[in-house]
């Protein structure tokens, strides 16, 4: 729904500037009004926007203190991971050990085991053998066979080693077996041991990493939402500077139709003169065209009555044939009539056409006398508007004078009446002249119209100009401290601030750009920037219309305000 405002402003304004103006001064009034509603809906959508950007920065803070949040919980999570994969790595080094130790055991089960079976295969071949050899029969006939005692006692001692290897050989083998039955269990167990643990941490690790991953979905999510605020916003943004430049383009325009229909009325007013000349001129042309053939038709008939003279002087020749001296003496006469009446035409013509000479150099002179008095007229009318002016701002700076002169007479009156009472009324009347405290500039540029009565640039009526226009583009500042009374939109002043700086005084600061950085209630100090210089309300370009207030009547600000 925005944008689509924004695109028909932009169409309106395209339209308004690809077409040419023309037509009744009714229309183009109309259209003047046209132009400066699209101007207001334009401010009006402005402001607008100063709330929808407002509010998306307060949901960006919130996004933002939520992913500081998020990011708080998965550091700390990460700290637990971490800690927890150290871990897994000391079990890792643990299984590890454990093995290594399972490679030790198993290789001296594997050597325990050879030394079994090879006790088992000499047991087998000594129980063979002693199956085969060593019968009891054969054992008496050794004992018996014996020479005497001590070949007696050196087989005996054959016999019971015999006996004794025997039983070392199944004590070990059976030492060895329960060492290899011991092996297999012990490594058995530290390996389900390490394996378990090494099953609950990987579990734990896993849960950890799936909170993580959650946390990073949710912060995702938020710095998505975060992101389609800050692109809103910066759509706001670029709206809200699309409407400011529209609303110059309109501003623009405005002027640009003002002056057209003023060209218009001047080249209407210069048509009609000309027309008017036009019509004289052909008055005057039909009139030598009307002498002009009163002049040749005088001198048809007197073309015609030569003629008819000629016939009759032939006539008369033929007819006096016998008195020719008589006849000639007569044509001699006249043809020095003929040549008498034709100087005379000529004479005629000659003064005809220095009378038409005069006649003209007449008209011309008439007219540039028309055009001398209309300029000296014009030039006695700016000369009376500068009178006004600077007689308006000399009775308002003898008003001002007088104004300052009873505060100041009324201030020594009461600090005379109250010097025997308190001692703190010195301070208190120095207080009440805020007249004496210094006041700094609006605004950087230059003075374009001063305070006075004045032809108003777009209603072209004779007005009071109740401040100063300073023409720039830059910030502006408080003239003095003070309490904001006012800021707001005027249909006239455009956004616009005024400023209560109490004993009376009072400034205003008009046609500013929406963007007002005070508000009505504020305390603002000297110098303060309360917002930029526009083109909004009745305005013909960007500049400050500067005012000041003494008592609620606007006094000249050039006396308070120095350097322009």
């Known amino acids: 729904m925005k944008k689509k405002f924004t695109l028909g402003l932009l169409a309106s304004v395209m339209l308004a500037g690809s077409f040419p103006i023309a037509g009744s001064p009714v229309q183009a009034e109309n259209l003047l009004d046209e132009l400066k509603q699209e101007k207001e809906e334009v401010e009006n959508r402005s402001g607008e926007l100063d709330g929808v950007i407002e509010n998306t920065e307060q949901e960006m803070e919130e996004l933002a203190r939520e992913r500081e949040e998020l990011e708080a919980s998965i550091q700390a999570l990460q700290i637990s991971i971490s800690e927890l994969t150290e871990d897994l790595i000391d079990q890792n080094d643990r299984l590890d050990a454990t093995n290594k130790e399972i490679d030790r055991l ?36 050794i004992i018996l066979s014996a020479e005497d005692l001590s070949d007696l006692i050196s087989r005996m001692g054959i016999v019971s080693q015999l006996v004794s290897a025997n039983r070392s050989i199944i004590e070990d083998q059976i030492r060895d077996q329960q060492l290899v039955k011991e092996s297999e269990e012990q490594v058995q167990a530290e390996r389900v041991e390490v394996q378990n643990t090494l099953n609950e941490m990987e579990a734990t690790r896993e849960q950890l990493s799936s909170q993580q991953v959650a946390l990073d979905d949710e912060i995702m999510h938020v710095a998505e939402l975060y992101e389609m605020n800050e692109k809103e916003k910066e759509s706001f943004i670029s709206e809200q500077y699309v409407l400011a430049q529209q609303a110059m383009t309109l501003s623009s325009k405005i002027q640009s139709e003002e002056e057209r229909i003023e060209e218009e009325r001047r080249l209407e007013e210069q048509r009609r003169r000309e027309e008017e000349e036009r019509r004289r001129a052909e008055e005057e042309a039909e009139r030598q065209a009307i002498a002009e053939a009163a002049r040749l038709e005088a001198e048809r008939e007197e073309q015609a009555r030569a003629e008819e003279e000629a016939r009759q002087q032939a006539a008369a020749e033929r007819r006096e044939a016998e008195s020719r001296e008589q006849a000639a003496a007569q044509q001699r006469e006249e043809e020095a009539g003929q040549q008498a009446a034709a100087q005379q035409r000529e004479e005629e013509a000659r003064q005809q056409a220095a009378a038409q000479q005069r006649e003209e150099e007449a008209r011309q002179r008439a007219v540039a006398q028309q055009r001398e008095e209309e300029a000296r007229q014009r030039a006695a009318a700016q000369q009376r508007e500068e009178e006004a002016r600077r007689q308006a701002e000399a009775e308002a700076r003898a008003a001002a004078q007088r104004r300052e002169q009873e505060a100041a007479a009324a201030a020594a009156a009461a600090s005379s009446s109250q010097s025997g009472g308190s001692s703190s009324s010195p301070s208190s009347s120095s207080s009440s002249t805020p007249s004496s405290v210094s006041w700094s500039r609006p605004a950087s540029g230059r003075l374009t119209s001063p305070f006075g009565y004045r032809i108003h640039p777009i209603f072209k009526t004779r007005r009071l100009h109740s401040g100063i226009d300073i023409a720039g583009s830059g910030a502006i500042t408080a003239t003095r401290s003070g309490t ?6 005027n249909r006239s002043l455009g956004y616009y601030i005024d400023i209560d700086h109490g004993g009376g005084y009072a400034s205003r600061y008009a046609h500013m750009q929406p963007n007002l950085l005070v508000s009505r209630g504020q305390s603002v100090s000297q110098g303060q920037r309360i917002g930029t210089m526009g083109t909004t309300g009745d305005s013909t370009g960007v500049h400050l219309h500067f005012e000041i207030h003494k008592n609620g009547e606007p006094v000249n600000p050039l006396n308070y305000v120095s350097g322009y």
């Open 484 to 489: 904001v009374r006012t800021a707001g939109y």
């Open 106 to 141: 198993n290789e001296q089960i594997d050597h325990l085991n050879v030394l079994i079976e090879q006790r088992n295969e000499k047991l087998m071949q000594q129980a063979r053998s002693t199956q085969t050899q060593w019968n009891p029969t054969r054992i008496i006939h």
